[in-house]
């Protein structure tokens, strides 16, 4: 018979992948450093091969550890999923991770916080709050259970439930040429230069789309990491942005003093929705999630 290295050495490895630190990995697997790098070498012995490079001061895999890297995780998930399978209890109840993205964590969980408590007293809720493509290798990898996301994007094995629509808005300072506008059509804004989030952000590549833009109508002289930031880079009078209904909605407009003209129809807009990795042990609980925030919010 093989001999099989144990569930708790390949979290212990997939840990100090993520990390490319053997303390921030034992960190976060609440151990001591000795405790997990013994496990790892012991991994290794099973094995029969080197899975870290020990050889350089930077952090690097093996051939052979990029290949237990590739598969461990699809491993772990699955063991996860068959403990959650038998164990009986109620939907939404203990500990469940909920990723984020931030052009939505900031205005949408304030609005759902009470909802989700009221439908799920005995649920313990994780937040993490991560960009789209990082959120989706975590769903991939069984890192979390679900994610919160903005539409379209291309998510292999992971499936999604819809929530709602999240409409763009034009926003700019008093000043700009627009602001006496009461609505706008998509190519009024063309040639405009606009305050947009940097590339990673999905919102990006959403408005740009959305709006029928050139990618040249962004501004390449700013790239924001936040709404809040493009909001107040915006009433400084660089250029315009626009911004999602849930952010407007919660006041960013208002409390940067920007100027908010909609859209005419067909109004430019993201979809909102849950997603959870295909095949999960959790898709009924992603679901469930999902129509409880959609009550709340749409």
């Known amino acids: 018979m093989t001999p099989l290295p144990t569930l708790r050495q390949l979290q212990f490895f997939m840990a100090l992948v993520r990390r490319e ?3 921030k990995a034992a960190e976060d697997c609440l151990v001591s450093q000795s405790t997990l790098s013994s ?8 094995m029969d091969q080197q899975l870290v490079d020990r050889s350089t001061r930077a952090f690097a895999l093996t051939p052979a550890g990029e290949e237990v890297a590739s ?3 699809a491993l772990l998930a699955g063991a996860e999923d068959l403990v959650r399978a ?6 939404l109840e203990g500990a469940f991770t909920l990723g984020v993205i931030p052009t939505i964590a900031p205005f949408m969980l304030p609005r759902i916080a009470k909802a989700l408590n009221k439908a799920f007293p005995k649920l313990r809720l994780y937040l993490r709050e991560d960009l789209t493509a990082t959120l989706a290798e975590r769903l991939a990898a069984g890192l979390i259970d679900a994610a919160i996301l903005a539409f379209p994007y291309d998510l292999p094995g992971i499936d999604s439930i819809e929530i709602g629509d999240d409409q763009f808005w ?4 008093a000043s700009h040429p ?4 009461k609505s706008l059509k998509r190519g009024d804004i063309r040639g405009c230069e606009l305050l947009l989030l940097e590339d990673g952000h999905c919102l990006r590549e959403h408005a740009i789309d959305a709006c029928e833009l050139r990618d040249r109508d962004a501004t390449a002289s700013f790239g924001g990491t936040s709404l809040f930031t493009l909001a107040e880079m915006t009433k400084s009078g660089l250029g315009a942005t626009l911004l999602p209904d849930m952010a407007v909605k919660a006041g960013l407009a208002t409390r940067a003093g920007l100027k908010v003209i909609p859209f005419a129809k067909p109004v430019p807009s993201r979809k909102i929705g849950v997603a959870w990795r295909r095949g999960s042990g959790r898709r009924e609980e992603a679901i469930s999630l999902a129509e409880t925030i959609k009550s709340a919010v749409y």
Request: glycine share 4%; net charge positive.
């Open 21 to 23: 630190s053997f303390s």
């Open 39 to 46: 496990a790892i070498k012991e991994m290794e012995g099973l």
């Open 71 to 73: 598969r461990a995780p």
């Open 86 to 91: 038998a164990s009986c209890r109620n939907l």
């Open 170 to 173: 034009f926003a700019c300072a």
């Open 178 to 181: 627009l602001a006496h506008k």
